[in-house]
């Protein structure tokens, strides 16, 4: 297979109810293409945290239709593909990129303790989050997260993280 | 004390909480739109049983409770709070209480299996390892 066959194409507001929708609908497509528990369990728990992450931390630019969430699940031979972009304010850069440099320093032994180390830390936001979606994402797929900050304006960027599930030496 | 118990819905697992049998049962799938919404009520809970019921137990034996986590999935978020309720389990066991924490797992689901591992680990509790296979 030359070039992936795209599974799942979104782009606009992403509600909680549309994100259901995309799981439901990436869960059929991967029992019809006969994948197995754990590699349905990984695609589903990166979508999870990536969509949700989007939902939960993205800065909808105000007055412009531009910059939307986009997300993309595309199956090649040897991977299925996640990419999920939102704007975000350029302001959050830092740390973000920060804590995905750091989890992408860190072997299935450091995330495991890194996971650990923020669990018990107690802080979780008023929004729920606890700051475990991108180490789980990591610890999950066992590959290396793929980011970029593009541009949008003085105050915006546009956050695109590119997740690799990996489909071989796995027997189902 | 009354029981808790919280219907499943498609985003949110079934809670039942049995003080009456000291059972305590979380199952099924977790991402609640809103997690905090969905957990705090249950860690309230829990402080209140121990208030109420763990409290006045002046008997010289103690408790048996029984945690029966059968969780299909959980998100990072409920992640958290799942910790959360397992150190108020703990709490309880520092205090006399037996604790029995069974962590129910499709027997093809490695991803439910590890995590519950990683969990037990974690709290440095020994969890009993139920796989439950398709159709039983």
């Known amino acids: 297979m030359e070039k992936g066959e795209v599974l799942i194409n979104h782009y606009g507001p992403l509600s909680y109810e549309e994100i259901g929708f995309l799981l439901n609908k990436m869960t059929s497509l991967l029992e019809r293409y006969n994948f197995g528990i754990t590699i349905r369990k990984k695609v589903y728990s990166a979508m999870v945290e990536s969509l949700e992450n989007i939902y939960k931390h993205q800065d909808v630019i105000k007055g412009s239709n531009n910059y939307q969430p986009k997300f993309s699940l595309i199956l090649e031979k040897d991977k299925v593909d996640l990419t999920c972009s939102n704007s975000l304010l350029k302001v959050k850069i830092g740390p973000l990129k920060e804590r995905l440099e750091k989890v992408n320093q860190l072997d299935k032994a450091g995330l495991k303790e890194f996971y650990k180390e923020v669990i018990l830390s107690g802080n979780v936001t008023q929004k729920g989050g606890a700051g475990l979606g991108i180490i789980n994402i990591a610890k999950v797929t066992e590959n290396k997260l793929e980011f970029t900050f593009d541009d949008i304006d003085e105050q915006y960027t546009y956050f695109t993280l590119r997740i690799k599930v990996s489909l071989q030496n796995q027997n189902n | ?136």
Not at chain 2, 78 to 102: C, P, R, Y
Request: net charge negative.
């Open chain 2, 1 to 136: 004390m009354e029981p808790l118990y919280i219907e499943p819905s498609e985003f949110t697992p079934r809670v039942f909480f049995d003080p009456e049998n000291s059972v305590f049962e979380i199952s099924g799938f977790s991402r609640p739109e809103n997690t905090v919404g969905f957990y705090k009520p249950l860690i309230k809970w829990l402080e209140d049983y121990e208030d109420n019921v763990l409290a006045k137990n002046t008997n010289f034996n103690k408790s048996n409770l029984v945690l029966n986590l059968k969780l299909t999935y959980f998100n990072s978020a409920s992640s958290k709070f799942l910790m959360d309720i397992l150190m108020v389990f703990m709490k309880f066991h520092s205090k006399g209480n037996a604790v029995e924490i069974n962590w129910y797992y499709d027997e093809d689901d490695d991803e439910i299996f590890e995590s519950g591992e990683e969990i037990s680990e974690m709290i440095n509790f020994p969890f009993n390892f139920i796989p439950i296979t398709p159709n039983s």
